[in-house]
């Protein structure tokens, strides 16, 4: 959904397109409640949560940063990417405690009841531009009139697929793409899915590994911030050369932690603090290459690449789960492209400098 998405949040707007997206997942979730079959959850779970949380996702930080800030959009990105890692602060724990305790759907209720509060702060707060609230974006200090809104009547197949042909034809996507891939494959399919299972093979209590998650979310939290904070400042293939580098070796160190308190905490310490800091130099990267304009769009067939990642770690590693007994060749494998994220990226050549008038 992620292309589409942004094309959706052009045509309709902000607002429109998260109050849809959140009535879609809370409509899944709260149908859910009732599913007793293993179709059921393939459906509502694969197929209507995905189509909601597509619509917004990472797209969503990225369209807000290129509206409404002219100014320190990394830092803005960070930190908007950073709020993954403080619901899954507040929530895993909490979550994993009330199913441990009263079962999936009191997990489930709670989730729904905090969409339905998202959706009120989203009523009444949110809007499409800075321009509906007479405000410049931030750091703009022009003293022009405000210009009006762009119009946007475009279908969205086509606005979609017409930033896919462009951006197919240059080097630099095809490498963020990949990159992204692996960066979804180390994260969301692999670390998010697979760890707390992995814990329990080693004798870990479920609530504690969610415990374990939640800790990486608070090093994550900080860590995205600063990652924002670093690429409105340095050069960001750079950035994105340490970040899979030493995202790759905390992977391939995991198996060798022997799962102890110290060796995990150790993990979860520098794993967490690049869990998401990725995001920001490739946002500005894409803005950089394909102007803030089709940003959204072309970071949206990026995102793509990043959720197929994810996906096949997920059922890769639980492939190596069900036929090997074992996790770890798929941590090690993750670890292995991470190392050749990190080199890739360097392909990128340099942005080239504005002439001097």
């Given at each position: 959904?992620?292309?589409?998405?942004?094309?959706?949040?052009?045509?309709?707007?902000?607002?429109?397109?998260?109050?849809?997206?959140?009535l879609?997942?809370?409509?899944?979730?709260?149908?859910?409640?009732?599913?007793?079959?293993?179709?059921?959850?393939?459906l509502?779970?694969?197929v209507?949560?995905?189509?909601?949380?597509?619509?917004?996702?990472?797209?969503?930080g990225?369209?807000?940063?290129?509206?409404?800030?002219s100014?320190?959009?990394?830092?803005v990105?960070?930190?908007?990417?950073a709020?993954?890692?403080?619901?899954?602060?507040v929530?895993?724990p909490?979550l994993?405690?009330?199913?441990?305790?009263?079962?999936?759907?009191?997990?489930?209720?709670?989730?729904c009841?905090?969409?339905?509060?998202?959706?009120?702060a989203v009523?009444?707060v949110?809007?499409?531009?800075?321009?509906?609230?007479?405000?410049?974006?931030?750091?703009?200090?022009s003293?022009e009139?405000?210009?009006?809104?762009?119009?946007?009547t475009?279908?969205?197949?086509?606005?979609?697929?017409?930033?896919?042909?462009d951006?197919?034809?240059?080097?630099?996507?095809w490498?963020?793409?990949a990159?992204?891939?692996?960066?979804?494959?180390s994260t969301n399919?692999?670390?998010?899915?697979?760890l707390?299972?992995?814990c329990?093979?080693y004798?870990?209590?479920?609530v504690?590994a969610?415990?374990?998650?939640?800790?990486?979310?608070i090093?994550?939290?900080?860590g995205?911030?600063?990652?924002g904070?670093?690429?409105?400042?340095?050069d960001?293939r750079?950035?994105?050369?340490?970040?899979?580098?030493?995202?790759?070796?905390?992977?391939?160190?995991?198996?060798?932690?022997?799962?102890?308190?110290?060796g995990l905490?150790l993990?979860?310490?520098?794993?967490g603090?690049?869990w998401?800091?990725?995001?920001?130099?490739?946002v500005?990267?894409?803005a950089?290459?394909?102007?803030?304009?089709?940003?959204?769009?072309?970071f949206g067939?990026?995102?793509a690449?990043?959720?197929?990642?994810?996906?096949?770690?997920?059922?890769?590693?639980g492939?190596?789960?069900?036929?090997?007994?074992?996790?770890?060749?798929?941590?090690?494998?993750?670890?292995?492209?991470?190392?050749?994220?990190?080199?890739?990226?360097?392909?990128?050549?340099?942005?080239?400098?504005?002439?001097?008038a």
């Amino acid at each position: 959904m992620a292309p589409f998405a942004a094309a959706l949040l052009n045509r309709y707007g902000l607002r429109n397109v998260v109050l849809s997206a959140l009535l879609i997942v809370a409509s899944a979730l709260v149908t859910s409640l009732a599913m007793t079959k293993l179709w059921q959850l393939m459906l509502l779970w694969g197929v209507v949560v995905g189509i909601g949380t597509g619509m917004t996702a990472l797209v969503l930080g990225a369209t807000v940063a290129a509206r409404w800030f002219s100014a320190r959009r990394g830092l803005v990105v960070g930190i908007l990417t950073a709020s993954v890692a403080t619901g899954q602060l507040v929530f895993l724990p909490l979550l994993a405690r009330l199913t441990e305790r009263m079962g999936w759907r009191v997990a489930l209720a709670l989730m729904c009841l905090m969409l339905a509060v998202a959706a009120a702060a989203v009523l009444l707060v949110m809007r499409d531009r800075p321009s509906d609230l007479g405000l410049r974006p931030f750091g703009d200090e022009s003293t022009e009139p405000l210009p009006a809104p762009p119009p946007n009547t475009a279908p969205i197949m086509a606005a979609a697929l017409g930033a896919l042909r462009d951006a197919a034809k240059t080097r630099v996507f095809w490498i963020l793409f990949a990159t992204f891939f692996i960066c979804g494959a180390s994260t969301n399919g692999l670390v998010q899915v697979h760890l707390i299972p992995m814990c329990l093979d080693y004798g870990i209590p479920q609530v504690q590994a969610a415990s374990l998650l939640a800790a990486m979310g608070i090093f994550d939290f900080f860590g995205t911030i600063l990652s924002g904070w670093l690429s409105d400042r340095h050069d960001n293939r750079y950035l994105l050369f340490w970040y899979y580098g030493l995202r790759g070796l905390s992977l391939l160190f995991l198996p060798f932690t022997d799962f102890s308190f110290y060796g995990l905490s150790l993990f979860a310490m520098f794993y967490g603090l690049d869990w998401i800091a990725t995001v920001p130099p490739t946002v500005r990267l894409t803005a950089q290459r394909f102007g803030p304009e089709r940003a959204n769009l072309v970071f949206g067939w990026i995102f793509a690449g990043h959720q197929l990642g994810a996906a096949t770690a997920a059922f890769g590693a639980g492939l190596s789960r069900t036929v090997l007994a074992t996790y770890l060749p798929a941590f090690f494998a993750a670890g292995a492209l991470c190392i050749v994220a990190a080199l890739i990226v360097l392909a990128i050549s340099r942005a080239p400098k504005p002439a001097v008038a």
